[in-house]
């Protein structure tokens, strides 16, 4: 059930100088979220900037609902500087989750800030691999509490954990015995990863990022193009399969 709540910010953790973790108390859309879908949070109580900012649900404890949110302009910004005990303005719970009730094995396919959703989507699953790419050890989010529910391999661009290389390296080594592929990323890295995922012949599911208003497909600011047409990634997303979507 989506609709429009006031949520309590209960805390503020940076994870590096430009990335921190929020939580935020509200019970309904605690409840009511699943993994792959997102909030559209107001970022200031003076409706400046104007328009809502589009953030996956990390994590779901009990009450409350955790987002992890990388300063990238002045919403963003602002959103950094909010306080225990502030309320904020939130749209949600949106979009379409990922399907994991749908497989058995899935592998999930994660690059920086792209860890967002794949976070919650592993808390659901039993113990799964997750290869892990970022450009240094810095942008690998959250993973000493990433490997207490999932198996990590890291990649890192310049050999500062784990293996050197991009995420996608020693893809198709790892799906064997994988029945999909869930990931969240860069577009340049989601396009290697659905071309893998068709030569392999196993399906994708990707979360997609773009600029969205309204949250709910009226306003027609996040269309992607597709095999089936323009989809708006706020509606028919963020969650979609890797092999419709013309990245």
Not at 61 to 81: A, P, Q, V
Not at 193 to 208: E, F, N, Q, R
Request: hydrophobic share 40%; charged share 25%.
């Amino acid at each position: 059930m989506k609709g429009s709540f006031k949520a309590k910010v209960i805390s503020k953790r940076f994870l590096s100088d430009d990335v921190f973790l929020l939580k935020l108390r509200e019970p309904i859309i605690a409840e009511e979220s699943l993994p792959g879908q997102f909030v559209n949070l107001r970022c200031s109580s003076i409706y400046e900037p104007l328009l809502r900012r589009p953030l996956s649900i990390y994590d779901v404890e009990e009450d409350n609902f955790l987002l992890l949110i990388r300063i990238i302009g002045k919403g963003t910004k602002l959103l950094s500087l909010v306080r225990e005990g502030d309320e904020l303005d939130v749209l949600g719970p949106l979009g379409n989750p990922f399907p994991y009730r749908m497989y058995k094995n899935p592998l999930l396919v994660a690059g920086g800030i792209g860890i967002a959703p794949l976070h919650f989507l592993l808390k659901k699953l039993s113990f799964p691999i997750l290869l892990f790419g970022a450009r240094s050890k810095s942008e690998l989010y959250g993973l000493e509490d990433l490997t207490k529910i999932a198996r990590v391999i890291p990649f890192t661009e310049d050999g500062s954990e784990g293996e050197r290389g991009l995420v996608t390296t020693r893809l198709k080594e790892f799906l064997k015995g994988h029945d999909v592929i869930f990931a969240c990323g860069p577009m340049g890295m989601l396009r290697e990863v659905v071309t893998i995922a068709k030569d392999v012949g196993v399906p994708s599911y990707i979360s997609l990022e773009e600029r969205m208003a309204c949250g709910f497909g009226a306003c027609l600011g996040c269309a992607v193009k597709t095999k089936k047409g323009y989809k708006m990634v706020c509606k028919d997303g963020p969650v979609m399969p890797g092999e419709e979507v013309i990245i």
